[in-house]
């Protein structure tokens, strides 16, 4: 099969392959991403220092709820005709590090100042703070909800987190610079911006950019986000990255989010929400043009997937259904959380995607990583370049371009909790202007010893969608990896659906 581009995504990713020519328009002697490779590569060769400033008891002690109420009131740039404006965040709470900001204006860096008075602490009253605090991360702002007013759109806070909103969305699922060692014995190692630099857009601009430096004990590095506010928020991610020495797992692109419960996965202990959740499933678009797709559980202990590839096209995490009704969140309004997708610039080669599914019982933590590791790691002191584009989006615009599973349900049989039901809902794509009398075929296949009985499809008018399901004993203790796709006249017509189907434990 012929590698699927979708043509209204085409323009962006051909920006995405460009963007990383942009230092080389720079005039000689303005801070460029070639000044913070530099960086990156000199932390590498030197000895890691990462004993973070001291912070005052009385910010590592807050709540998130506490200290939420800490708000920078004085927005850099508000005073100017920036179309962006940028708060900070004080060291707090789970986000102890301060880091250097700078900003770049005229192809010039100077160092941010800080300023204690800039920030509002509500109802909180605390001690006489240090001057010299610093900051732990920033946000921006835009004319994106509420034009001329300015709203938050993407924020930089706590390691290598970044998370962002397209327009009338809520925040969700989260990005990250890197990941290292995620669900390792060892312990996961959280690299951290120790600097970062704001480029001060023209008047005008619809479009930002932002320079990181990473440090950390096993890794350095350096990153270009080039943020593009809009109905979806695009970021442009360029890195380079330098190893101090080898570590198990090295985590490219990696995104971050929850799944507690809903459709019959995961452990709900008594919550009455018939969903929650900031991503539903997985999706892939391999190199060979095959398009997967896998739902999200919340399992009962530590289960990491492993999907591998060729020059990968894209992957990411997909939020739906997009209705109220499915969640009846009034306050989370899990309906308005972005997917998010990463788009590979150039080619990545060998490697797989990997998910990790951690088990939870709180909608606050997230317990979901998905990420890219490649085939082969570079050599300490290596530089290891890559390039991808993010996309945070609520409205799919035709990513998936056939048709896609839309729902899937578990359940198990009363009678005999040994027999799990499997339900999945295919639609759209193709599909959509399908006549139900066309003769669709169901492929559905469960490995690993595992028995399948009683497996049917049927076509919904209502809804216009075609609904497999079976019944599934998997072999004794021995998880059971299932598949299945619709085709009409031989033609693959719908994603691979894929799913890690844990021996039944007498229902959840």
Not at 142 to 150: A, E, G, M, S
Not at 279 to 301: C, F, K
Request: hydrophobic share 40%; charged share 15%.
């Amino acid at each position: 099969m012929d590698t699927i581009v979708f043509p209204s995504w085409r323009r962006l990713l051909l920006g995405a392959a460009l963007f990383a020519l942009g230092t080389a328009a720079a005039v000689a002697g303005d801070f460029d991403f070639a000044q913070v490779e530099k960086k990156a590569q000199e932390l590498a060769r030197a000895p890691y220092d990462g004993a973070p400033a001291p912070v005052p008891a009385f910010l590592t002690q807050l709540t998130p709820e506490q200290y939420a109420q800490i708000q920078d009131v004085n927005p850099l740039w508000s005073d100017s005709d920036s179309p962006f404006q940028v708060q900070f965040y004080l060291p707090g709470s789970y986000f102890p590090r301060p880091e250097k900001i700078s900003v770049v204006e005229n192809g010039q860096s100077k160092p941010v100042p800080f300023r204690l008075a800039d920030f509002s602490f509500g109802d909180l009253h605390p001690d006489s703070l240090p001057q010299d605090l610093g900051y732990a991360g920033f946000r921006l702002l835009y004319p994106l909800n509420t034009p001329p007013n300015y709203n938050e759109f993407i924020s930089f806070l706590g390691a290598t987190y970044f998370r962002a909103v397209g327009k009338d969305a809520v925040y969700g699922t989260s990005a990250r610079g890197i990941g290292i060692d995620t669900a390792q014995p060892s312990g996961e190692i959280f690299p951290y911006y120790s600097h970062i630099w704001l480029v001060k857009p023209a008047p005008g601009s619809s479009e930002m950019t932002v320079y990181a430096l990473m440090d950390s004990s096993v890794v350095t590095g350096a990153y270009r986000f080039v943020i593009h506010p809009g109905t979806d928020c695009v970021v442009d991610v360029e890195s380079t990255i330098y190893l101090r020495k080898p570590v198990q797992v090295l985590e490219l692109a990696p995104l971050t989010s929850m799944f507690w419960h809903g459709h019959g996965r995961g452990v709900r202990a008594g919550d009455w929400h018939p969903a929650q959740h900031d991503s539903s499933e997985l999706v892939l678009a391999n190199g060979n043009g095959e398009w997967i797709s896998r739902p999200l559980d919340n399992p009962l202990q530590i289960q990491t997937t492993t999907y591998s590839m060729q020059q990968p096209q894209g992957f990411g995490l997909i939020q739906q259904p997009r209705d109220f009704s499915a969640y009846q969140g009034i306050a989370t309004q899990y309906q308005r959380r972005p997917s998010v997708w990463v788009s590979p610039v150039g080619d990545w080669g060998k490697g797989e995607v990997r998910l990790v599914e951690l088990p939870t019982n709180n909608p606050d933590m997230d317990n979901i990583d998905v990420f890219w590791v490649p085939a082969t790691q570079p050599q300490p002191g290596q530089p290891y370049h890559y390039a991808y584009q993010l996309r945070f989006f609520n409205s799919q615009h035709g990513l998936i371009p056939l048709a896609h599973p839309t729902a899937t349900y578990l359940g198990y049989d009363t009678k005999d909790p040994k027999w799990q039901h499997v339900v999945i809902d295919f639609a759209d794509g193709a599909l959509a202007k399908l006549p139900r009398s066309m003769a669709v075929q169901a492929h559905f296949s469960a490995a690993d010893g595992a028995q399948v009985r009683d497996q049917k499809l049927q076509f919904s008018p209502d809804g216009h969608f075609w609904r497999l399901s079976a019944e599934v004993q998997t072999a004794a203790s021995t998880p059971s990896n299932l598949r299945a796709y619709l085709t009409l006249d031989g033609q693959v017509m719908t994603d691979t659906w894929t799913f890690l189907l844990q021996p039944a434990k007498g229902g959840r």
